[in-house]
């Protein structure tokens, strides 16, 4: 399995960015995939999280109505839309998925908000 991001990037606060991640899963509409986030010298966190079909959506609370995970099962890919961006949203994020027992993650993708 082989999950790769791009999109990230420098964006001035208020501005947008959207994140790709192309999934080389076999059977990629079977599992939900999230987007995670790892500021420097934090942990990471959950961002959101779509399910399977794609029509139910979790979202951490600092990211509500501003950002949009959303998929495309006949592209294996896996989007963030992420929109009013705030310095805060500096991160390294990385697309996850969990099939059966096991975890996989992609190599993660920059986004910086800055002015």
């Known amino acids: 399995v082989q999950l790769v991001e791009s999109g990230g990037g420098l964006v001035q606060p208020g501005g947008s960015l959207r994140l790709s991640c192309a999934a080389s899963?076999?059977?990629?509409?079977?599992?939900?995939m999230s987007w995670y986030r790892q500021a420097l010298g934090k942990e990471r966190d959950l961002v959101a999280t779509?399910?399977?079909?794609?029509?139910?959506?979790n979202y951490a609370d600092s990211v509500k109505g501003r950002f949009t995970i959303s998929r495309d099962n006949a592209k294996n890919t896996v989007y963030l839309q992420m929109n009013s961006l705030k310095p805060e949203d500096t991160a390294v994020y990385y697309c996850?998925?969990?099939?059966?027992?096991?975890?996989?993650w992609g190599q993660g993708t920059q986004v910086t908000v800055s002015s």
């Open positions: 996850y998925v969990r099939i059966l027992w096991s975890t996989y």
């Open positions: 899963v076999f059977t990629f509409s079977s599992y939900a």
């Open positions: 779509i399910l399977k079909a794609g029509g139910t959506t």
